[in-house]
């Protein structure tokens, strides 16, 4: 079985930019979860998307967001980007909520 | 607010000797996890507790959960250099809370 995969892998944006990052789980899991990994925060929860309906959000501003589609891809978004968002980004599957498999993650540095 | 805390937060040790990684939560919750990170790589599951009393073994290392006092321990038997990366404990109630990370360095 395929693991998680995570598009691309590595993103060099500008301040003020905005970019979105892709995330396909695992077959058959439904259920999709995007983290934020920094030194200084850890590693941080955005959100869970589960049947193309976003069933838990984190304490993030407005300008990430995210979507998952019929096929359980899911992408995260992020506008009005800022030095501080530069992070690795995981996303994670899993079947019911239940074991998460994470995927290699994309590293975003803003410039 | 759920809030998990790890500790030791960094952890030196010598091969074959045995140590504790704590991971202590604030409130109940479904399911606590357990996740090793070698540097610049993902997460790696290693353990999923579920129930008070649960106790899991993988090798070298055993997870075990006390609902009761909110401890989870990560038991590490006679390491190895294989063993060094970061671990993470993960508490689940509503969303999954992550502990800030125990990096273990053992040393040959």
């Known amino acids: 079985k395929a693991g998680v995969t995570q598009t691309p892998r590595y993103l060099i944006k500008t301040r003020g930019q905005q970019v979105t990052l892709s995330c396909s789980p695992i077959?058959?899991?439904?259920?999709v979860s995007w983290y934020q990994q920094t030194p200084g925060q850890g590693l941080q929860f955005l959100f869970e998307?589960?049947?193309?309906?976003?069933?838990n959000k984190g304490n993030f501003p407005g300008r990430f967001s995210g979507r998952q589609f019929s096929n359980s891809r899911s992408e995260m978004n992020v506008s009005t980007l800022e030095l501080g968002d530069s992070a690795l980004y995981l996303c994670?599957?899993?079947?019911?909520?239940?074991?998460?498999?994470f995927g290699p993650g994309t590293r975003l540095t803003v410039t | 607010e759920l809030k998990v805390e790890q500790n030791p937060l960094f952890l030196s040790m010598q091969e074959g000797k045995n140590y504790t990684i704590y991971c202590n939560y604030s409130?109940?919750?479904?399911?606590l996890y357990w996740y090793r990170q070698d540097p610049g790589k993902s997460l790696e599951s290693l353990f999923v507790l579920l129930s008070n009393g649960a106790v899991k073994q993988e090798g070298r290392l055993m997870a075990s959960l006390d609902t009761k006092a909110r401890l989870s321990t990560l038991h590490i038997t006679a390491a190895v250099h294989d063993l060094s990366a970061t671990y993470f404990c993960a508490v689940e109630n509503d969303k999954i809370i992550f502990g800030k990370g125990t990096r273990l360095h053992i040393l040959p």
């Open positions: 994670a599957s899993s079947h019911s909520g239940y074991e998460q498999y």
């Open positions: 077959s058959g899991h439904r259920s």
């Open positions: 998307y589960f049947s193309e309906t976003q069933r």
């Open positions: 409130t109940t919750s479904d399911r």
